[in-house]
Structure formats: C-alpha cells, structure tokens
C-alpha cells in the first residue's frame, strides 16, 4: 500500500467522498518512523528528494551534549529516557525523539568544571578539612596558571539541584536534535 502524504485520499471539508483522479507520486510518499532505541549506534542513510541524503538512527548510544549556561558541549553516554511529553510508551521503550527527556552521564562534564574552575564538583564534602579529593585538583600548577583559576573563581557557582545531580553522576538532559533525520 505504501505510505502517502498527500491530502486526495481524504474527505472533503464538507464530508464528500474525493474522486480518485491520479495514482500516487513519488513526492507524496512517506516512510515509517525510525523509532530509535538505546542501543549500540546503527545509522542507516536513506536517499531522499533532491539526491540528498538523510541519515536514520536506528539505535544510540551517545551524543553531543551541551551546558549552555557554561557554554560548553561534551560526547557522552546516554543511560536512559525518563519523560517524554508525548507518550509514556516512549519512555517505557527507551525510545529517542526530539524533546526527550534523558539520563547522561556526567564524567565528562564533571572533568571540564575541575579542570576549567580547579574546584571539586559531584565529591561528597569530605570528614575532615585536610582530607585530599583528588590528586588533579591539588596538583602544583605555575603561577600563571594559577591566576587564571583564581580569576575564575567567581563564575564557579552552581546551583544545588545541579551539584545533587552530579552527586549521583547522572545529569538530566533534553535531545534538541531529530535522531531520525539527523542520525545525531
């Protein structure tokens, strides 16, 4: 039967049967979802109108994402969809669509703020006051380098809801991309 796009095939406004005066074009088709699902990364390319080419995931596992009030992007895992506005299906599925709302991981992005800011993120406070979190932040750097962090010191605020987010090393995120378009 084949999926079509075109309007002929519906009634009328006024309710009336249409006429069926032409068989279906090649520019009225469509094609079924992509329906992508967590899963090692399967990108399949589909020639579309015009010779371009559009690519179709079929399955991700990863992706680009931003923290756009740091005005930084990270490669990372994605371990699960949470909320989907549309559909509960989707998030019972584990399906990835545009407006998804998804579990990251958050090492990347946890890794950036110690190194940008040289201050320790998503750490429980520790018992004692000379207790070392980690070697990278303790680390001896030149006095230049050192300055540079200092003066950064003031933009290293975060909002608590966010720190309780790395505390668990799960960060929410939303897909702003088409996975079934864009194969992204």
């Known amino acids: 039967m084949g999926i079509s796009r075109d309007s002929r095939h519906k009634r009328s406004h006024t309710g009336a049967k249409r006429a069926q005066y032409r068989k279906k074009r090649k520019f009225e088709l469509g094609r079924q979802p992509a329906n ?19 690519f179709r995931a079929l399955r991700l596992d990863s992706g680009n994402f931003s923290w ?23 998030v019972r599925t584990n399906t ?8 990251i991981d958050a090492t990347p992005f946890r890794q950036w703020f110690e190194a940008h800011y040289g201050q320790p993120l998503g750490h429980r406070k520790a018992k004692k006051e000379g207790a070392v979190l980690s070697e990278e932040l303790n680390k001896k ?9 200092d003066g950064r010191k003031e933009g290293a605020k975060i909002d608590p809801l966010l720190d309780d987010q790395f505390l668990t090393g799960r960060l929410f995120a939303i897909l702003s991309s088409r996975p079934g378009q864009s194969g992204r």
């Open 36 to 54: 992508t699902k967590l899963g090692q990364k399967r990108i399949h390319p589909v020639r579309v109108r015009g010779g371009n080419l559009k």
């Open 68 to 90: 756009g009030s740091e005005a930084v992007a990270r490669k990372t895992r994605v371990i699960g969809v949470v909320y989907n506005a549309s559909n509960n299906e989707l």
């Open 96 to 103: 990835l669509v545009k407006g998804a709302v998804v579990h």
């Open 141 to 149: 750097r030149s006095r230049n380098v050192q300055r540079k962090l």
